[in-house]
């Protein structure tokens, strides 16, 4: 029963109608940052997927290359007469043939009306400097071959590539093109006849670097990628894990411990090409290593990966609970066999995680390997830690900085192999936390 002496205007002015206002705002206001929050989310998803469709965009024409058949003819005196008792020419003998004049013959004889000097060089810039390679790979594979005509498909250059994937504008004005009308001409001359095709661009993942876009591949790169991360993993694994287990169990307290503690942290947050530089004065000028070696890349790289693998190691030690530790020791195991036997099994999914989350961050780094001089062209594929070699991001910075069109694509296509094995490295990291991971 309510009171009609009370006056509506008190209640409205008393402390439940203001507590209700109250959380009314307080309510608007939460609804506002979940908005807020969501459209972060939103327009975070759209950038990345923007960024990510501009790199597929421009990459996925770069697992594909233009192939020109060729009917080669192998006339035996291209290769010398065989010595005394040899049925075919020795092997220098086939290595040193001239196999780029027989390319270009076969093209040339596709076009019996192309007589003028200039005119015949234009047509055989059609084809790759690596058709000849190829060629020759064939020969020196089997030497029966010579004295037969053979049927090859071998690689056009970079701009019968663009050409064919609509990157060269037909249309455009001949001063603005990298092909000539000429060229464009007999390109659809030699497409109409059935002798252009697109295959699978195996060498991009087979070979090194090149001068020539269309012969440039990847595997040297990934290969000196691989070296300098098993010499960082080999490096900070175990220095890390180790660092992480003695200041978490058995340095004791004081200023000294805080001060390495900081600087650890600090570590942690320098620029990366601080390490390189660090890498430059002691590594190469001081020590006299290798140039451009995975040796000393990974060097770099480990100095720069130890702080995250001692930071991941404290954090996943430290949250191994006391008890497992006072049961130990109430058993009579003594320190080190708690901490082996016990602590450190319990702790290692989390110092894993760790470890590939920095070395993923290391597989991605440039910066310091750019200061010790894994900048440098490389060709051959690395054999070893102290052969010259590149890394899979300077690769791509090494294309990125090319004026050719085709390596364009080629940087694009090298980025998402980069950036599938940054994912894969991440996700192993999230299957060994769920699949290792205890809740106390």
């Given at each position: ?278 890498g430059l004065a002691v590594f190469l000028n001081v020590a006299g290593l290798p140039r451009s070696a995975p040796l000393v890349g990974g060097m770099v790289l480990a100095l720069m990966t130890l702080p995250t693998v001692i930071i991941a190691g404290r954090a996943a030690i430290q949250a191994v609970p006391p008890s497992i530790r006072e049961a130990a020791l109430g058993v009579g195991a003594s320190k080190m066999q708690t901490v082996m036997n016990h602590v450190l099994p319990l702790a290692m ?92």
């Open positions: 029963m309510t009171d009609a002496s009370i006056d509506p205007s008190s209640v409205r002015s008393g402390p439940l109608y203001k507590g209700t206002a109250q959380s009314r705002k307080r309510y608007a206001a939460e609804r506002r940052f979940r908005l807020y929050g969501l459209i972060a989310v939103i327009f975070a998803l759209t950038a990345l997927v923007v960024l990510l469709g501009s790199i597929v965009s421009r990459g996925y024409s770069a697992f594909t290359q233009t192939y020109l058949t060729l009917e080669v003819t192998l006339d035996p005196g291209e290769f010398g007469a065989p010595q005394p008792n040899q049925a075919a020419p020795d092997q220098a003998t086939l290595l040193g043939a001239n196999y780029g004049g027989i390319v270009k013959r076969a093209i040339r004889v596709q076009f019996p009306d192309v007589t003028a000097r200039r005119d015949k060089r234009s047509l055989t810039d059609l084809l790759s400097p690596g058709a000849a390679d190829q060629l020759r790979d064939l020969v020196v594979a089997d030497p029966s071959l010579i004295g037969k005509t053979v049927t090859v498909d071998v690689p056009m250059s970079d701009d019968a590539d663009m050409l064919r994937k609509g990157f060269i504008d037909r249309t455009a004005q001949a001063s603005s093109r990298r092909l000539d009308d000429k060229q464009i001409d007999w390109y659809d001359r030699l497409d109409k006849a059935g002798k252009i095709e697109s295959k699978f661009n195996i060498p991009f993942f087979t070979t090194g670097d090149s001068r020539e876009p269309e012969l440039a591949g990847i595997w040297g790169a990934v290969v000196g990628s691989f070296l300098t991360l098993i010499v960082t993993l080999v490096l900070a694994f175990p220095l890390g894990v180790s660092t992480a287990i003695y200041l978490e169990e058995f340095a004791p307290k004081n200023r000294w411990t805080d001060l390495i503690e900081v600087n650890i942290n600090n570590l942690a947050a320098v620029p990366s090409i601080v390490f390189g530089l660090l999914p989390g110092i894993l995680t760790g470890t590939i989350i920095g070395m993923a961050r290391a597989l991605g780094e440039t910066a310091p390997l750019l200061m010790i001089g894994m900048v440098a062209f490389i060709v051959d594929i690395p054999g070893g830690f102290n052969d010259p070699a590149t890394v899979l991001p300077v690769q791509i910075y090494l294309w990125a900085d090319s004026p050719e069109r085709a390596f364009l694509e080629k940087t694009s296509a090298a980025t998402m192999v980069l950036l599938a094995f940054l994912v894969i490295m991440n996700a192993l990291a999230v299957l060994l936390r769920k699949k290792f991971e205890r809740r106390w």
